[in-house]
T-cell receptor
Framework: DAKTTQPTSMDCAEGRAANLPCNHS???????VYWYRQIHSQGPQYIIH???NNETNEMASLIITEDRKSSTLILPHATLRDTAVYYC????????????FGQGTTLQVKP | EPEVTQTPSHQVTQMGQEVILRCVPI?????FYWYRQILGQKVEFLVS????????KSEIFDDQFSVERPDGSNFTLKIRSTKLEDSAMYFC????????????FGPGTRLTVL
């Protein structure tokens, strides 16, 4: 699976959009980008995934650049409950189900 | 909303003892996983399980570890002879399909080996 690079930590003001970047410059055409988050010691939680088109669901939006070498997870109106570690994971089509977690980005939402 | 449950929430054991961690996956899911997270470290994949057999296991999942689905609802992780370094949070997860399917994680069992 392609390696991902994320900033170690970020801050965001409550009510503002949180934009979390992820670099995956070695991504190949059959690899999807997944985002999970882990709120303090809880089990990871799925957020969203995409291949090349932008995706949106009730939790977040995922913007993938045209060359697919990077992506941004957007939480449109961050709340204090969005404080968590956010993981960007790249998975190969046809790969086994295992998720390979990196260190992720610790997002601190401040009042 | 259906969820993955795990018991116990916290298990304390003596080194060398056997422990069994239990998980109840979401009822219509077919793929089951165990992950662990040592305090302050990354979440690490241990094993995946489908159709009553192991699909894949990591290097961590050595002969001291085993998994079982003893009935239609439970999914267990057994550690035969615990070591101090087995102290970690253990997460169970399940999914409908193996790939391109979100995995639902349980709240975890914190294992402390003394």
């Amino acid at each position: 699976d392609a390696k991902t690079t994320q900033p170690t930590s970020m801050d965001c003001a409550e009510g503002r959009a949180a934009n979390l970047p992820c670099n995956h410059s070695t991504i190949s055409g059959n690899e999807y980008v997944y985002w999970y988050r882990q709120i303090h010691s809880q089990g990871p939680q799925y957020i969203i995934h995409g291949l090349k088109n932008n995706e949106t669901n009730e939790m977040a939006s995922l913007i993938i650049t045209e060359d697919r070498k990077s992506s941004t997870l957007i939480l449109p109106h961050a709340t204090l409950r969005d404080t968590a570690v956010y993981y960007c994971i790249v998975r190969v089509r046809g790969n086994t189900g295992k998720l390979i977690f990196g260190q992720g980005t610790t997002l601190q939402v401040k009042p | 909303e259906p969820e993955v449950t795990q018991t116990p929430s916290h298990q304390v054991t003596q080194m060398g003892q056997e422990v069994i961690l239990r998980c109840v996956p979401i009822s219509n899911h077919l793929y089951f996983y165990w992950y662990r997270q040592i305090l302050g470290q990354k979440v690490e994949f241990l094993v995946s399980f489908y159709n009553n057999e192991i699909s894949e296991k990591s290097e961590i999942f050595d002969d001291q570890f085993s998994v079982e689905r003893p009935d239609g609802s439970n999914f267990t992780l057994k550690i035969r002879s615990t070591k101090l370094e087995d102290s970690a949070m253990y997460f169970c997860a399940s999914s409908v399909r193996e790939v391109f399917s979100e995995q639902f994680f349980g709240p975890g069992t914190r294992l402390t080996v003394l």
